[in-house]
């Protein structure tokens, strides 16, 4: 199971028989402190230039690092998103949110992102 908070937003994901990730952020907040070296591995430098992208790979990198377990005490640019099993799913307006998993993942066209493996 996986929790995450962000405003007054709860998103939660269960999966029986393996790792899952779940992560939900602010767009705005995440803006207020991005910060491209702390995040985006040197391969993904330059994908995200807009709010709502700084959010989406923020989201899905802690998304990813809950799934394997270490949270954020691995640095989120030693992270390659398009390494991992990771899908945007439906938040609030002004949030986004991801899911993170080895396996077992499906997204719509809709939900699915351009960064991250899908199945």
């Known amino acids: 199971m996986s929790l995450s908070r962000s405003g007054p937003h709860l998103a939660t994901a269960c999966r029986a028989g393996g790792p899952i990730g779940v ?3 602010e767009i705005r907040a995440v803006a207020s402190r991005w910060d491209e070296a702390l995040v985006a591995h040197p391969s993904e430098r330059g994908l995200a230039t807009t709010a709502l992208e700084q959010a989406r790979m923020w989201s899905r990198k802690e998304a990813v690092l809950k799934a394997r377990g270490t949270g954020l005490a691995v640095p989120m640019a030693q992270i390659v998103l398009a390494e991992h099993e990771v899908i945007d799913v439906p ?5 986004v ?3 993170a998993s080895d396996g077992l993942l499906v997204a719509a066209p809709d939900q699915a992102s351009g960064l991250g493996r899908r199945r």
């Open 23 to 25: 992560d939900i952020e």
């Open 91 to 95: 938040a609030p307006p002004g949030y």
């Open 97 to 99: 949110a991801a899911v």
